[in-house]
């Protein structure tokens, strides 16, 4: 019996030995889950569970432990607070989520301090990632889509004039710039200027569209958090009769996320946005995500750009498990192994780029339409690949 | 027509619609406050329900838009007496702390009930043909829903006017806002008058929130998002006053309007800058008894 004893103590030996060596890997999450956005959260938040779902067995020995917290309203207060309970509390190794840019501005300090690493799956404010060298974005700047639609809605969409729209906060002057920027430069001239209020309660977007109809510019270019916003301008484009009247509206993705647009009925139709993501795009890794959102979340239930981007950082994140082994305590060492990150996701080709720790992606022109399937579709009229961040690239701005 | 009738016309017509919608979801806790100073803070999740209960009816049950509405505001009204009855009740004597603690609660535990069941995704609702587009009126033409809201707010005007100043019931509410005591030792039952008031205000409120899905798309957050606008009003207009609640309304929807038209840089400040000046000349609100 005694060769027993010692074989147990062996085996015993072993296991323990293994599992010292696997490690758990703390992950605190933090999304909007409360208020008017808080959608927007959930897009990101199944998206992340349904990478973790799928692709746990991927890390083994190692596991990764998802702490969610609530990002609460778009001001940024919430967020740091509950942030800095994850870094100093919950001692998680690195903080993802963020849909909010204020959030991210907020906390800036906190991530250099704590060098614990932010990888930002949404706020696009452009000048986030210059604020820590901790910071890495899986999303997009808002110069992604904007900076490219200046140039597009000149030459291809035949706007000469613009007005420009948006929600009175970081990305929305961030946006509009972009715009902006390409849009004159192309030969384009900006008429009217229009803060649309805070981001906290959708407004009665009447007046100030009715404003843009009475100017009648060639088209409006509107920027809006993709969540109850922008069924609502949606809605006010739709019933003040803008395209009728001969005013286009462009914008980037935001105007017309995937989960919302069936809801925004013949208003929507003819819109142009520029992209990174829609359902439609034809690659193999979008269409067996769609298939694989669908079998966990149900036929009516959409993944969006949000979703697609949150897919792609859960992704960079468990690659990066497997590349350092689990061993995440270094945030250095994490954002290093981010650098150069590359992949096909949902979105296509992604990449982080190492000297600005922001994504590198394909942007696509597209227009809305009505498939014969009755439903609302995405038509891709033309496709710019490998875009970066133009602010950075520029050096414009605050991207100084 | 000339530019600047041209704009002044647009805002007028918009700060109208606007302000026919503020009337109509704010009357119903202007009333309830007068009538039994009672803070209830839940009036915001009587109209989300309402919202919800229209969304329901017209996506799941194909009913139209219209007779949504009105099944809605009845079918919120009726489920509001309860509440009245076992829960608002317990606390009529109690300080307004503890009101304004059960009824915010009470909202909270709404949005949580509406997120579980129906998501956070903004609701929207296929409206009748009639009330897409635009109507023209000879000059001009103008969006129909929003011609619409002000049809309806002022067709409500007229009933809420009649009933509150020719009927008897009507005669009995204004009592009980100006003298509680007297009313009642003249033999009104003030405790089911409240009842009537409280189910016709969260109706009302429903009505309001069915129509505010167009405006401003439904979340369940609805509930406390607007709940600040609607104080606002009551504030201005005064506690228990319908001329006043009108009043307010017109003033706040149009000058609302107006700043977000001309002004847009400034933002959300007109309709507070408008608040603290009416409030600094009468601190009662337009028609409040000081």
Same mark, same amino acid.
């Given at each position: 019996?005694?060769?027993?004893?010692?074989?147990?103590?062996?085996?015993?030996?072993?296991?323990? *030995?293994?599992?010292?060596?696997?490690?758990?890997?703390?992950?605190g999450v933090v999304l909007?889950?409360?208020?008017?956005?808080?959608?927007?959260?959930?897009?990101?938040?199944?998206?992340?569970?349904?990478?973790?779902?799928?692709?746990?067995?991927?890390?083994?020995?190692?596991?990764?432990?998802?702490i969610k917290r609530d990002e609460g309203?778009?001001?940024g207060a919430v967020a740091k607070t509950v942030t800095t309970e994850l870094i100093t509390n919950d001692?998680v190794?690195l903080v993802t989520g963020f849909?909010?840019?204020?959030s991210s501005?907020a906390l800036a300090p906190v991530i250099?301090?704590s060098?614990v690493p932010m990888?930002?799956?949404?706020?696009?404010?452009?000048?986030? =990632?210059?604020?820590?060298?901790?910071?890495?974005?899986?999303?997009?700047? !808002?110069?992604?889509?904007?900076?490219?639609? @200046?140039?597009?809605?000149?030459?291809?969409?035949?706007?000469?004039?613009?007005?420009?729209?948006?929600?009175?906060?970081?990305? *929305?002057?961030?946006?509009?710039?972009?715009?902006?920027? #390409?849009?004159?430069?192309?030969? #384009?001239?900006?008429?009217?200027?229009?803060?649309? *209020?805070?981001?906290? +309660?959708?407004?009665?977007? =009447?007046?100030?569209?009715?404003?843009?109809?009475?100017?009648?510019?060639?088209?409006?270019?509107?920027?809006?958090?993709?969540?109850?916003?922008?069924?609502?301008? %949606?809605?006010?484009?739709?019933?003040?009769?803008?395209?009728?009247?001969?005013?286009?509206?462009?914008?980037?993705?935001?105007?017309?996320?995937?989960?919302?647009?069936?809801?925004?009925?013949?208003?929507?139709?003819?819109?142009?946005?520029?992209?990174?993501?829609?359902?439609?795009?034809?690659?193999?890794?979008?269409?067996?995500?769609?298939?694989?959102?669908?079998?966990?979340?149900?036929?009516?239930?959409?993944?969006?750009?949000?979703?697609?981007?949150?897919?792609? =950082?859960?992704?960079?994140?468990?690659?990066?498990? /497997? /590349?350092?082994?689990?061993?995440?305590?270094?945030?250095?060492?994490?954002?290093?192994? !981010?650098?150069?990150?590359?992949?096909?996701?949902?979105?296509?080709?992604?990449?982080?780029?190492?000297? =600005?720790?922001?994504?590198?992606?394909?942007?696509?022109? %597209?227009?809305?339409?009505?498939?014969?399937?009755?439903?609302?579709?995405?038509?891709?009229?033309?496709?710019?690949?490998?875009?970066?961040?133009?602010?950075?690239?520029?050096?414009?701005?605050?991207?100084? | 027509?000339?530019?600047?009738?041209?704009?002044?016309?647009?805002?007028?017509?918009?700060?109208?619609?606007?302000?026919?919608?503020?009337?109509?979801?704010?009357?119903?806790?202007?009333?309830?406050?007068?009538?039994?100073?009672?803070?209830?803070?839940?009036?915001?999740?009587?109209?989300?329900?309402?919202?919800?209960?229209?969304?329901?009816?017209?996506?799941? &049950?194909?009913?139209? &838009?219209?007779?949504?509405?009105?099944?809605?505001?009845?079918?919120?009204?009726?489920?509001?007496?309860?509440?009245?009855?076992?829960?608002?009740? +317990?606390?009529?004597?109690?300080?307004?702390?503890?009101?304004?603690?059960?009824?915010? @609660?009470?909202?909270?535990?709404?949005?949580?009930?509406?997120?579980?069941?129906?998501?956070?995704?903004?609701?929207?609702?296929?409206?009748?043909?009639?009330?897409? #587009?635009?109507?023209?009126?000879?000059?001009?033409?103008?969006?129909?829903?929003?011609?619409?809201?002000?049809?309806?707010?002022?067709?409500?005007?007229? $009933?809420?006017?009649?009933?509150?100043?020719?009927?008897?019931?009507?005669?009995?509410?204004?009592?009980?806002?100006?003298?509680?005591?007297?009313?009642?030792?003249?033999?009104?039952?003030?405790?089911?008058?409240?009842?009537?008031?409280?189910?016709?205000?969260?109706?009302?409120?429903?009505?309001?929130?069915?129509?505010?899905?167009?405006? &401003?798309?439904?979340?369940?957050?609805?509930?406390?998002?607007?709940?600040?606008?609607?104080?606002?009003?009551?504030?201005?207009?005064?506690?228990?006053?319908?001329? *006043?609640?009108?009043?307010?309304?017109?003033?706040?929807?149009?000058?609302?309007?107006?700043?977000?038209?001309?002004?847009?840089?400034?933002?959300?400040?007109?309709?507070?800058?408008?608040?603290? $000046?009416?409030?600094?000349?009468?601190?009662?609100? &337009?028609?409040?008894?000081?």
């Amino acid at each position: 019996m005694k060769i027993f004893r010692w074989l147990g103590l062996a085996a015993l030996a072993v296991a323990v *030995g293994g599992s010292a060596q696997a490690a758990n890997v703390k992950v605190g999450v933090v999304l909007p889950f409360s208020g008017p956005n808080a959608d927007l959260g959930h897009q990101i938040d199944k998206a992340f569970d349904l990478y973790v779902k799928l692709h746990a067995k991927d890390i083994a020995p190692h596991t990764v432990e998802i702490i969610k917290r609530d990002e609460g309203p778009p001001t940024g207060a919430v967020a740091k607070t509950v942030t800095t309970e994850l870094i100093t509390n919950d001692k998680v190794q690195l903080v993802t989520g963020f849909v909010f840019s204020p959030s991210s501005i907020a906390l800036a300090p906190v991530i250099t301090q704590s060098k614990v690493p932010m990888i930002i799956a949404n706020a696009g404010t452009a000048w986030i =990632t210059d604020l820590s060298p901790y910071i890495v974005r899986f999303s997009f700047s !808002m110069w992604h889509p904007a900076y490219p639609m @200046g140039a597009y809605a000149y030459d291809k969409v035949g706007c000469k004039t613009a007005a420009v729209a948006y929600t009175d906060f970081p990305p *929305g002057k961030d946006s509009v710039e972009a715009f902006t920027t #390409g849009f004159t430069k192309a030969g #384009g001239k900006v008429t009217l200027s229009i803060p649309m *209020g805070p981001p906290t +309660q959708v407004p009665d977007f =009447t007046p100030f569209l009715q404003r843009v109809k009475d100017a009648h510019p060639d088209c409006l270019y509107g920027f809006i958090p993709s969540g109850a916003h922008a069924a609502g301008i %949606m809605k006010a484009y739709g019933e003040l009769g803008l395209r009728k009247a001969g005013v286009k509206l462009i914008g980037p993705m935001d105007l017309v996320p995937d989960n919302k647009l069936q809801d925004m009925g013949d208003a929507a139709i003819g819109t142009i946005v520029m992209g990174h993501y829609a359902r439609d795009l034809d690659n193999a890794e979008n269409k067996a995500f769609n298939a694989e959102w669908h079998k966990a979340y149900g036929p009516d239930s959409y993944p969006d750009f949000m979703s697609a981007a949150g897919w792609d =950082t859960m992704h960079a994140i468990f690659d990066t498990v /497997k /590349k350092l082994d689990g061993n995440l305590s270094d945030g250095a060492k994490v954002v290093d192994a !981010m650098k150069g990150w590359s992949a096909n996701g949902p979105r296509g080709h992604v990449m982080i780029d190492p000297a =600005t720790r922001d994504i590198v992606e394909d942007e696509h022109a %597209m227009e809305i339409y009505r498939k014969p399937d009755g439903k609302l579709g995405e038509k891709v009229l033309a496709t710019t690949t490998a875009v970066k961040d133009e602010c950075k690239v520029l050096k414009v701005g605050r991207c100084k | 027509m000339p530019h600047v009738v041209n704009i002044a016309v647009s805002i007028l017509f918009d700060g109208l619609a606007y302000s026919m919608f503020l009337f109509i979801t704010a009357v119903g806790l202007s009333v309830t406050m007068g009538l039994m100073g009672f803070v209830n803070l839940a009036h915001g999740a009587f109209a989300m329900c309402g919202g919800y209960f229209v969304v329901t009816l017209t996506r799941s &049950f194909g009913i139209g &838009f219209v007779p949504s509405l009105a099944i809605a505001s009845v079918a919120v009204g009726i489920i509001s007496v309860p509440f009245e009855r076992y829960l608002y009740r +317990q606390l009529y004597k109690s300080s307004d702390l503890e009101q304004v603690l059960l009824t915010i @609660g009470l909202a909270f535990m709404a949005i949580a009930t509406f997120t579980y069941f129906y998501g956070p995704i903004p609701k929207s609702v296929p409206l009748p043909d009639w009330l897409q #587009g635009d109507v023209n009126l000879g000059f001009r033409a103008f969006p129909s829903y929003r011609a619409f809201l002000i049809v309806l707010g002022v067709a409500l005007i007229s $009933v809420l006017w009649y009933a509150f100043e020719r009927t008897n019931i009507g005669a009995k509410i204004r009592a009980a806002v100006d003298n509680r005591r007297m009313a009642e030792s003249v033999g009104i039952n003030v405790d089911r008058l409240f009842t009537l008031t409280f189910a016709l205000g969260s109706g009302l409120a429903a009505l309001g929130g069915g129509l505010a899905i167009q405006l &401003f798309g439904l979340t369940p957050s609805f509930a406390v998002i607007y709940l600040v606008l609607f104080l606002i009003v009551v504030a201005v207009g005064g506690l228990g006053s319908l001329k *006043g609640t009108l009043l307010a309304a017109l003033v706040l929807g149009i000058f609302d309007t107006t700043g977000k038209y001309l002004l847009a840089d400034a933002g959300g400040f007109f309709i507070y800058f408008v608040v603290v $000046v009416v409030l600094l000349i009468k601190p009662a609100g &337009f028609y409040g008894r000081e």
